[in-house]
């Protein structure tokens, strides 16, 4: 069983910045990569940034320049930096992990509940 727990959202004013992070638990092998998504009210999810185990990122175009993704391996947490916040990064941000639970299982991806982040004024 693995459980991911998010943090940090809340209401914060246009040109503000949040940290979000998320933390896996459980029965935990290997971490393949590590993201984000985001929905918005009334539409579908969207790809936020992901990182991999070796340190790659990568962002939606919307957010480079503003969004930081980074992890810390040793506590299988990943975190999101949000900078120069606008409304319309409202959203429920969802972080996930790809991981195998044993040597022999499937890469799996596995979700958060969610953290909704509010920018306004």
């Known amino acids: 069983q693995v459980q991911l727990v998010e943090s940090g959202g809340g209401l914060v004013q246009p040109g503000g910045s949040l940290t979000l992070s998320c933390a896996a638990s459980g029965s935990i092998f290997s971490i393949t990569s590590m993201g984000w998504y985001r929905q918005a009210p009334g539409k579908q999810r969207e790809w936020v940034a992901d990182i991999t185990s070796s340190g790659s990122t990568n962002s939606v175009a919307s957010v480079k320049g503003r969004f930081t993704i980074s992890s810390d391996n040793a506590k299988n947490t990943v975190y999101l930096q949000m900078n120069s916040l606008k409304p319309e990064d409202t959203a429920v941000y969802y972080c996930?992990?790809?991981?195998?639970?044993?040597?022999?299982?499937?890469?799996?991806?596995?979700w958060g509940k969610g953290t909704l982040v509010t920018v306004s004024s």
């Open positions: 996930n992990f790809l991981l195998k639970v044993s040597y022999t299982s499937s890469s799996m991806r596995y």
